[in-house]
């Protein structure tokens, strides 16, 4: 079951909204994580009695902490980060590791598995990132443990983060798990924000998606440099309006049921560094390998090639995070070499720079990321990058990239480039400060035209996901 599904929007969350609102408070927990699991357990079947088992081990070990040494506190810690480790590394990582097995040495290859042989549960690396945040918190004394593990489940399995994220720490939440009051201005501001994200997934994502999937399934003999950049502009695009979508829509329905999670996305595309630009994107994962591991492996303490190896380290795993894949761990590392080279004389030199050439660097380095980490190959990956930049046997448009090329695509492309940026919220400020705006806010017409917007949006996404049109969910690659 995902969001962007009439079943979800028409059946289970009014049911879910409803039924909240109308049982005694404190049952509400109960009644939230059992509507979680039903929901986990709607797409993914027996896989959750693998989060029942996270939930119940993090407990243990979590209340375990209390009135214990130092030293059973740190080997506790060890022993519930491995076993949360466990299944994550069988179910995501298991076949990638038999399959260069095989490769290394000669006679083992029937160890190799086909990479679909081994099902990987939804959601899985975002919600054993989540329970290790517990207890690492928990360890280091951040935030108290949970006693009621009804509370520990619920921030475990949540359902508007459950999926896909953002990634949400314990000791952000905590307070909300144990007491949350949820006023009518709150319940609305999550209406408008799941509506603007799901606007950006059906609207803008899957129209550009379409374009993306044509291109890469494509041959790279039969592509040229301007199909490849349609396609690579179309996914970089795409990506972003599928993530912060998916976000949206999580901090929305957060936010219906009192939870206040953190932001995940801040305009990346506007940023003039790739230091900046982990800093707007996919905030929460960039925070959980900055404080549970770039910081306790030394950060930027000890010294600059320290730090440099501390960056690939990090950019290793978050390569490895998304996938399986030696094209996701390249791209872990491509970002982290660009991350090493501007804390030296690069970094200054950018600093000095115009800002369309910071800008431009930015999105030329991220889009070239992008390629391999849509790819199916990392030869795939090499050989588009290489016709990015010229390398071509034609220059023309193949026929399935130009039927393409229509009205809808070219509207849709030109609303996704106008929106990466903060204009509209610039916009809105500037307007407010005019005359008519001061006008409209004495007589609060604005906030019936912002209701319209979002009315007509929300329709257009409607009729968009009654069509039965394209409607990916792209998390099954993480």
């Known amino acids: 079951m995902v969001f962007s599904s009439l079943f979800f929007l028409f059946c289970f969350l009014p049911i879910v909204l409803v039924s909240y609102f109308v049982i005694p408070e404190k049952l509400r927990n109960l009644y939230l994580l059992l509507a979680s699991l039903f929901f986990y357990a709607w797409g993914e079947g027996l896989y959750v009695l693998l989060m029942l088992f996270v939930i119940i081990l993090n407990y243990v070990i979590g209340i375990s902490f209390d009135k214990r040494t130092a030293n059973t506190r740190r080997r506790l810690l060890l022993i519930?980060?491995?076993?949360?480790?466990?299944p994550l590394l069988f179910y995501k990582y298991s076949a990638f590791f038999?399959?260069?097995?095989?490769?290394?040495f000669e006679g083992?290859?029937?160890?190799?598995?086909?990479p679909n042989a081994i099902h990987l549960p939804l959601g899985i690396s975002f919600f054993t990132f989540q329970a290790m945040s517990y207890l690492i918190d928990t360890y280091r004394g951040s935030t108290c443990s949970q006693k009621n593990p009804i509370n520990l489940g619920l921030y475990i399995a949540v359902f508007p983060q459950l999926i896909a994220g953002p990634i949400v720490r314990y000791h952000d939440i905590s307070r909300q798990i144990n007491e949350r009051r949820i006023s009518l201005d709150d319940f609305s501001l999550g209406v408008e924000r799941f509506i603007i994200g799901l606007a950006k997934k059906v609207l803008l994502?899957?129209?550009?998606?379409?374009?993306?999937?044509?291109?890469?399934?494509?041959p790279t003999s039969e592509l040229s440099t301007l199909a490849v950049w349609i396609g690579a502009v179309s996914y970089t695009l795409q990506i972003y309006y599928d993530f912060s979508g998916y976000s949206d829509m999580a901090i929305g329905l957060g936010r219906m049921f009192g939870f206040t999670f953190l932001e995940n996305f801040n305009f990346p595309y506007v940023s003039r560094s790739i230091q900046e630009f982990w800093r707007r994107w996919h905030i929460s994962l960039s925070n959980w390998f900055r404080d549970y591991l770039y910081i306790p492996l030394g950060g930027n303490r000890k010294g600059p090639r320290r730090t440099i190896i501390n960056l690939f380290i990090v950019f290793f795993?978050?390569?490895l995070w998304h996938g399986?894949?030696?094209?996701?761990?390249?791209?872990?590392?491509?970002?982290?070499?660009?991350?090493?080279i501007e804390r030296g004389r690069w970094g200054s030199m950018l600093q000095r720079a115009p800002r369309f050439f910071r800008h431009g660097y930015v999105l030329l380095v991220v889009l070239v990321g992008w390629i391999f980490f849509r790819a199916e190959t990392f030869t795939q990956g090499v050989n588009l990058v290489g016709i990015l930049f010229g390398d071509q046997t034609t220059t023309l448009l193949p026929y399935a990239v130009m039927m393409r090329l229509n009205v809808l695509f070219y509207i849709t492309l030109g609303s996704a480039i106008f929106f990466m940026a903060p204009t509209m919220p610039c916009l809105y400020e500037k307007a407010g400060q005019t005359a008519f705006g001061v006008l409209l806010r004495k007589f609060r017409v604005q906030y019936l035209v912002r209701l319209l917007c979002l009315c007509s949006v929300f329709m257009l996404a409607l009729a968009s996901l009654a069509?039965?049109?394209?409607?990916?969910?792209?998390?099954?690659?993480?």
Not at 80 to 86: K, P, T, V
Not at 98 to 104: A, D, M, P, Q, R
Not at 205 to 218: C, I
Request: aromatic share 20%; hydrophobic share 50%.
């Open 108 to 114: 083992a290859t029937d160890l190799a598995l086909s």
């Open 317 to 319: 795993l978050c390569g």
């Open 467 to 478: 069509s039965g049109v394209y409607n990916p969910f792209i998390y099954f690659r993480f």
């Open 324 to 340: 399986a894949s030696w094209n996701f761990i390249f791209w872990g590392l491509f970002h982290g070499f660009f991350l090493s």
């Open 205 to 218: 994502a899957n129209p550009l998606g379409q374009m993306a999937d044509t291109v890469f399934s494509m």
């Open 98 to 104: 038999l399959e260069n097995i095989g490769k290394i």
């Open 80 to 86: 519930g980060i491995g076993i949360n480790l466990i």
